[in-house]
T-cell receptor, first 118, second 115 residues
């Protein structure tokens, strides 16, 4: 079975400073990993995904994440925070079982609330 | 940009009542999902649906729950006899193909409150 741990429930940064949201995963087989963002009263929006191609993945709005198998991590970063980045962020894993079938079950981390101060 | 929609945004019901949560997935998507998030807890997978049948369901998805695609556009989640512990935010999602390659697009959620 797969699982995800987001190491911080809240992260607070100043506008213009770097953002780091930490995520560790466990998976029996090669996983696909995602970061989703949820702004208030909005649906979950995909930021980026890792699906066994390049280990450094670039997403929307300047976010990127690096898949590190040796550390079982998939941390989300952004060089310079913007006020509009304030939201809740979810690290998500899906396990690609032998034979390539997963039926789409996503496993979520508990979420990290990002606050951006002026 | 196409999006997943859900109605209602908030549903209040009494314990023991039936509720139907509605979702309109993105029109060319073939795979449909329901997730829920109890306040303060993780988002949890409930069920996936493809080709008019359930592909996978979690332990949460017991006989009180059912899903249906009654027409070409709607995807519904029915809870037959609601319990207090069913109070949660329910998210619908759809994808063009199965994840891991296919990303899931989520709706804004329906907040269900059972009193």
């Amino acid at each position: 079975a797969q699982s995800v741990t987001q190491l911080d429930s809240h992260v607070s940064v100043s506008e213009g400073t770097p953002v780091l949201l930490r995520c560790n995963y466990s998976s029996s087989y090669s996983p696909s990993l995602f970061w989703y963002v949820q702004h208030p009263n909005k649906g979950l929006q995909l930021l980026l995904k890792y699906t066994s191609a390049a280990t450094l993945v670039k997403g929307i709005n300047g976010f990127e994440a690096e898949f590190k198998k040796s550390e079982t991590s998939f941390h989300l970063t952004k060089p310079s925070a913007h006020m509009s980045d304030a939201a809740e962020y979810f690290c998500v894993v899906i396990q690609n079982v032998s034979g390539g079938t997963s039926y789409g079950k996503l496993t979520f981390g508990q979420g990290t609330i990002l606050t951006v101060h002026p | 940009e196409p999006e997943v929609t859900q109605t209602p945004s908030h549903q209040v019901t009494q314990m023991g009542q039936e509720v139907i949560l509605r979702c309109v997935p993105i029109s060319n998507h073939l795979y449909f999902y329901w997730y829920r998030q109890i306040l303060g807890q993780k988002v949890e997978f409930l069920v996936s649906f493809y080709n008019n049948e359930i592909s996978e369901k979690s332990e949460i998805f017991d006989d009180q729950f059912s899903v249906e695609r009654p027409d070409g556009s709607n995807f519904t989640l029915k809870i037959r006899s609601t319990k207090l512990e069913d109070s949660a935010m329910y998210f619908c999602a759809s994808s063009e193909q199965l994840a891991g390659g296919g990303e899931q697009y989520f709706g804004p959620g329906t907040r269900l409150t059972v009193t």
